[in-house]
């Protein structure tokens, strides 16, 4: 990988951007690739003009911010999970099974807010699984998540047998109304920030999110620094969990109602967002700043490319294009030094 | 490492025995004819309803004691549905009721099964295999009007008149490079190309589900603030919902999604019509005719008719039965497929047979099948060509819209 091994605790502390680095790192900005991927987004957003007379606009960002906060949330977990060398297929079942539980738990007459909890911690109990299995047994990640999932996505089936879609909560799906505002700006777009907020403490500013970073650099150096490898992997997957299941509520709410697909759709821009943020594929770094703006820059990619109005076969080919443009962008970023 | 060892040879040994003690039991089947029910990805209400409604036909008490009904799903693989039917057949299948994943791919599997004596019907969309039996909506006609054919066209026409001819529209496609969609978009744009004063401004594809369909419709709003129309596939309950989100009340047609048809009993402006659920259960009555008295007089191609509610039509339904031209159920979920009943293929159906597979009671056998077989002009969409005497030309004069492509009697 072209960034090359990076210190955990140097990687952390750069963090997200060159605007929260400290002075010390401030001279290295261009090998950041994360703020690449920022830069990459902000030109993006102007020349979206290119796609549609109607944009930029207000409503082309805010359209960008409430999209992007599902890709937002399910990133952070697999970012998580590709910090520690490993990547997460189970992303459509766990998205599934929170938005399956949650409107069914609040159907059976379970407070809505109890309801979600409840998803979201049986989300975080697979994820676990996930984890322990990985650890103890030593399979790798991508067949363990796949079967999981599959176990998961086949147990969901039967027990929604006859009836897999559910309803969201009113108070949830009000969330999302573009009219439901606090201090003048959507709701969802707090929720963004939220989210951000939280991932970017978790990945750097935890002891969790330094021992991630040490695991992904190398098990072995890790386990000589101490680091309990079995514990820190079962968190991560667990964490990861936490996120698909609260990615799998907010679908919900979004879509007042989902059925056992709404996960299906997230898997491969998960890794992507990851990828495009400037992780490495195989663990060690990365940050969440990175996954965001990655998010963020696929999810306005995918407004301006349905704004041309090509046919599908080209969207595919120019959303590919500009995958490989943004890998190419920040591999180069990470060269420069 | 040890430990696990020992653990992962323990579960084996459970296992082992387990299937050794299952396999032991005696055979409960024994004497029944076998019938397979193939769906494609179950998940969503779609297909559990139709699949639930298929067996709720073979588990009716005229049946249940003959024939004995296993369901299969294939997922979206069609390489996974071949071996599916193959083993199927191997099995000694009398009856196949399938679900299919391509129009040609599996006529070698269906032929040879054919050839040993499996009746094969495909319910919604259709197989190219001449001895198999299709029941497909897609080219079906109007319930109300036997000359106004196919979904895409007519829900088009609807669309154009509701904007008196003119204005911007989005079209929202269902999976792509499916023959059902093709036959869909087609039909649609043929209409749509007879208006000058409509510009389709944004085409996606929101795969037949309501939450792509609703992302998708969002994306689209934000470039075209200034949209008059949406024509959409199933997935309608989703550009419902993003139209709501953006503050926008324009004419949507669509599939028969239950919040859709809510929202047009509310006053939406539109059109609810497209694939019922209701026909898996019809394929499993023609199957079982064929299976008690034989293949005589029932036609090959049997056109489901087109469901049709408009904002005038749409009317709740008050207990779980389609009474009093009701046409929705409003306690059920938002993307329930209102479709389960067919007042002449299907008039057993409930709510309960579509939602848990309760067999239904009263089944009586079908009769006068052939009011609904397919004209000939229109097979070559089904079938890929036309009968013997046909040839492809544009169809004028017995159908609506006219002058789509179809199938013209050769005058030699």
């Known amino acids: 990988m072209t960034s090359g091994i990076t210190d955990p605790a140097v990687d952390a502390a750069s963090s997200t951007d060159a605007r929260s680095a400290p002075a010390g790192s401030r001279r290295d900005w261009r090998r950041n690739q994360a703020l690449i991927v920022w830069v990459l ?126 309803r969201s909560p009113e108070g949830l799906a009000a969330l999302f109304r573009q009219e439901t505002t606090f201090l003048g700006i959507p709701v969802a777009i707090w929720l963004f920030l939220a989210v951000a907020g939280a991932g970017l403490f978790i990945q750097h500013a935890t002891t969790l999110g330094l021992r991630a970073y040490a695991v992904g650099n190398s098990v072995a150096a890790a386990r000589n620094a101490r680091v309990d490898v079995g514990r820190v992997t079962v968190t991560v997957y667990g964490i990861a969990g936490t996120a698909y299941g609260l990615a799998g509520v907010l679908l919900l709410g979004y879509s007042s109602g989902a059925d056992l697909n709404v996960g299906e759709p997230w898997l491969l821009p998960s890794i992507a967002a990851v990828v495009v943020g400037g992780a490495a594929i195989r663990g060690g770094s990365g940050t969440y700043g990175g996954t965001l703006a990655g998010a963020l820059l696929l999810t306005l990619l995918g407004i301006d490319i349905s704004a041309t109005g090509l046919t599908e076969g080209y969207k595919q080919i120019v959303y590919g294009a500009v995958i490989l443009i943004a890998l190419l962008g920040s591999r180069l970023a990470g060269r420069r030094n | 490492m040890t430990r696990w060892r020992s653990v992962t040879t323990g579960i084996a040994a459970v296992i082992a025995a387990a299937t050794l003690v299952l396999s032991a039991c ?260 023609i199957g079982l005719r064929i299976l008690e008295h034989g293949p005589d007089s029932v036609p090959h191609n049997i056109e489901m008719p087109l469901p049709w509610v408009t904002t005038a039509t749409a009317k709740p339904c008050p207990g779980n039965e389609f009474v009093g031209g009701c046409n929705f159920f409003p306690n059920e979920s938002d993307t329930f497929v209102t479709e389960i009943f067919q007042k002449d293929l299907l008039p057993q159906s409930s709510l309960a047979a579509a939602k848990t597979g309760q067999p239904m009671t009263g089944l009586k056998p079908l009769d006068a099948v052939t009011a609904f077989a397919q004209p000939e002009w229109r097979r070559v969409y089904t079938r890929g060509k036309c009968d013997s005497g046909w040839r492809e030309g544009d169809v004028t004069g017995v159908q609506n819209p006219s002058g789509l492509p179809g199938c013209v009697q050769d005058r030699q």
């Open chain 2, 26 to 285: 005696a055979d409960p089947d024994a004497g029944r004819d076998k019938i397979f029910l193939d769906l494609s990805y179950s998940g969503n209400n779609w297909q559990d309803e139709a699949a639930n409604l298929a067996l709720s036909v073979a588990n009716s008490p005229e049946y249940a004691g003959k024939y004995v009904v296993r369901k299969q799903i294939s997922g979206t693989d069609i390489q996974k549905q071949i071996s599916d039917l193959q083993s199927m057949i191997a099995a000694k299948a009398k009856l196949v009721v399938l679900y299919p994943l391509s129009p040609s791919a599996l006529s070698p599997t269906i032929r040879q099964g054919c050839e040993r004596g499996v009746t094969f019907v495909a319910y919604d969309s259709t197989v190219r295999e001449p001895c198999a039996y299709n029941v497909a909506f897609i080219t079906g006609a109007r319930v109300d009007d036997p000359r106004d054919a196919f979904f895409g066209a007519q829900t088009a026409e609807g669309l154009a008149q509701m904007l008196h001819g003119k204005g911007k529209i989005f079209m929202n496609r269902g999976v792509p490079g499916t023959a059902t969609d093709q036959v869909h978009y087609e039909t649609a744009k043929a209409v749509f190309d007879r208006y000058p004063g409509i510009s389709v401004v944004a085409e996606y594809y929101g795969k037949w589900d309501s939450a792509v369909s609703q992302q998708e419709t969002a994306k689209a709003l934000a470039a075209h603030p200034d949209v008059d129309g949406i024509w959409s596939q199933d997935g309608e309950v989703g550009v419902v919902k993003a139209l709501q989100a953006a503050g926008k009340k324009i004419p949507v047609t669509g599939e028969n999604g239950n919040y859709f048809r809510k929202m047009l009993s509310q006053g939406w402006p539109g059109i609810s019509s497209g694939s019922p659920p209701a026909q898996a259960g019809v394929a499993m009555r």
């Open chain 1, 41 to 166: 987004l902000l030109l993006c957003l102007p020349l979206s003009r290119l796609a549609s007379e109607s944009f930029p606009s207000v409503s082309l960002i805010v359209n960008v911010l409430i999209l992007g906060l599902f890709l937002a949330v399910i990133a952070f977990g697999q970012g998580l999970v590709v910090l520690t060398g490993g990547i997460d297929l189970s992303v459509a079942s766990s998205v599934a099974l929170g938005a399956y539980l949650t409107g069914s738990l609040w159907t059976a007459g379970v407070p809505a807010v109890v309801a979600a909890i409840v998803a979201v911690m049986a989300c975080t109990v697979v994820g676990a699984i996930n984890g322990l299995i990985i650890n103890r047994l030593g399979f790798p990640a991508f067949i363990v998540t796949l079967a999981i999932g599959t176990i998961l996505a086949s147990v969901l089936l039967g027990v929604a047998r006859g009836a897999p879609a559910q």
